[in-house]
T-cell receptor
Framework: DGGITQSPKYLFRKEGQNVTLSCEQN?????MYWYRQDPGQGLRLIYY???????QKGDIAEGYSVSREKKESFPLTVTSAQKNPTAFYLC?????????FGSGTRLTVV | DQQVKQNSPSLSVQEGRISILNCDYT??????FLWYKKYPAEGPTFLIS?????DKNEDGRFTVFLNKSAKHLSLHIVPSQPGDSAVYFC?????????????FGQGTTLQVKP
């Protein structure tokens, strides 16, 4: 059953700590994306990768980092430099114009 | 700079009636538009899309209309059902960079009352 797995579903982080959100896909799609959703706002692009070992900043990349060492995996690290990290994070893949989203990770800073 | 805008944060419709959700965009280079439905704490699910070479696309109860001159698209749901209650996002793709990234509107919360 092909799809995207995001883990964990809920994540709590203390201020000043880095945290990594996992995104794994078995769809064999080259392109992967990380979006952030805040209340009353649309999804905003953080980082994207069109191919292994390559990635680009999106519209709100400050305070985040990514890696793309494998086609299947595109982890997102939320660093202590991110001033307002509490949000819902979504990972997506793309094949042509077909986008598939994961079920998301809710990150809360406590 | 909000390139894709959904100016109505919410919409309430009676079951069986038509729901019309609107979306405006500013970038004339967008060539593909999509509508997603989203429930809280879940990822968006694809509903329907339209290429810029078309002005209408229909799939069951869902129809998307595109007016390129007005840079406006709309999603019609007929008849509306209580299960349609969710947040609806329009998204656009294309543009000069053509990286495949989607630009989303802010979303419209649809409530269909029984």
């Amino acid at each position: 059953d092909g799809g995207i797995t995001q883990s964990p579903k809920y994540l709590f982080r203390k201020e000043g700590q880095n945290v990594t959100l996992s995104c794994e896909q078995n769809l064999n799609h080259d392109a992967m994306y990380w979006y952030r959703q805040d209340p009353g706002q649309g999804l905003r692009l953080i980082y994207y990768s069109q191919i292994v070992n390559d990635f680009q900043k999106g519209d709100i990349a400050e305070g985040y980092s990514v890696s793309r060492e494998k086609k299947e995996s595109f982890p997102l690290t939320v660093t202590s430099a991110q001033k307002n990290p509490t949000a819902f994070y979504l990972c997506a893949t793309r094949l042509n114009y077909g986008y598939t989203f994961g079920s998301g990770t809710r990150l809360t800073v406590v | 700079d909000q390139q894709v805008k959904q100016n109505s944060p919410s919409l309430s419709v009676q079951e069986g009636r038509i729901s019309i959700l609107n979306c405006d965009y500013t970038n004339s280079m967008f060539d593909y538009f999509l509508w997603y439905k989203k429930y809280p704490a879940e990822g968006p699910t694809f509903l329907i899309s339209i290429s810029s070479i078309k002005d209408k696309n229909e799939d069951g109860r869902f129809t998307v209309f595109l007016n390129k001159s007005a840079k406006h698209l709309s999603l019609h749901i007929v008849p509306s059902q209580p299960g349609d209650s969710a947040v609806y996002f329009c998204a656009a793709s294309g543009g000069s960079s053509n990286t495949g990234k989607l630009i989303f509107g802010q979303g419209t919360t649809l409530q269909v009352k029984p």
